[in-house]
């Protein structure tokens, strides 16, 4: 597989395809939490400071959870044009605890380390996506929050053999015509994530096979035992 035209294909698609989707400043101050995926991470943040949204898309919950916690700090990345609408709201919400960033996560750097860092339905579509795990995990604290969101290869299965219904064209897009996708059941997610406690996740597989069994994962970067010397 060459990786490098599969990525150029995944950047191509969302610039035209930006997800997940245009919204406006009203409608983030407006938001509810309505959604399950969005009322999980929230919930998964409230005792962040620095929080990673690593493939931020349009920027939507960013955006929400920047408004919805002032105190805390907010960045968000995504090599897509998606970023610019993330950040023409995050200039009409005022928020100085956010900013964006248009980078590849597969060679994003920064100085900072995050107590907290979101990958939400992102590593699923990268090809090299052990690499960019692992650069990922390096800007994670220790005792840091790993929230990630993957496909399960059993709601990928459901997912063509019952048919569905979207809510929107842009979810319809996203899960029938995109041009890379893996999917990973909880056994081979729990191994990539080697040296962290899984905490919990959300949902199970048959509520939500419409996302193609996107399920989030909660996982605690384990702290490592100093020896002391006699």
């Not at 597989?1 to 400043?25: C, E, H, I, L």
């Not at 962040?48 to 349009?58: E, F, H, N, P, Q």
């Not at 897509?80 to 919400?93: F, G, M, W, Y």
């Amino acid at each position: 597989m060459n990786t490098n035209s599969s990525g150029q294909r995944v950047k191509d698609f969302y610039n035209k395809n930006p997800f997940p989707g245009p919204y406006t400043a009203s409608q983030v101050r407006d938001y509810g939490g309505q959604n399950r995926y969005v009322s999980f991470i929230s919930r998964n943040i409230m005792n962040s400071s620095d929080v990673l949204d690593a493939g931020c898309g349009t920027g939507f919950i960013t955006n929400y959870l920047a408004h919805t916690y002032p105190t805390k700090h907010f960045t968000g990345v995504d090599f897509s044009d998606s970023i610019d609408h993330a950040d023409s709201v995050r200039e009409k919400l005022n928020r100085p605890n956010l900013r964006f960033i248009k980078q590849d996560l597969t060679n994003f750097e920064t100085q900072e380390k995050y107590d907290t860092i979101i990958c939400q339905g992102v590593l699923h579509h990268i090809p090299d996506y052990r690499q960019t795990l692992a650069r990922l995990k390096n800007l994670l604290i220790e005792g840091g929050t790993f929230i990630g969101g993957l496909y399960h290869p059993w709601g990928k299965i459901l997912q063509k053999l019952i048919p569905i219904d979207y809510n929107t064209s842009t979810l319809e897009i996203d899960q029938e015509n995109h041009p890379f996708e893996l999917s990973f059941s909880r056994k081979e997610v729990i191994k990539m994530f080697a040296g962290y406690m899984l905490i919990e996740s959300t949902p199970g597989i048959l509520f939500n096979w419409r996302n193609g069994g996107l399920t989030t994962y909660i996982f605690k970067k384990k702290k490592e035992e100093k020896c002391l010397s006699g």
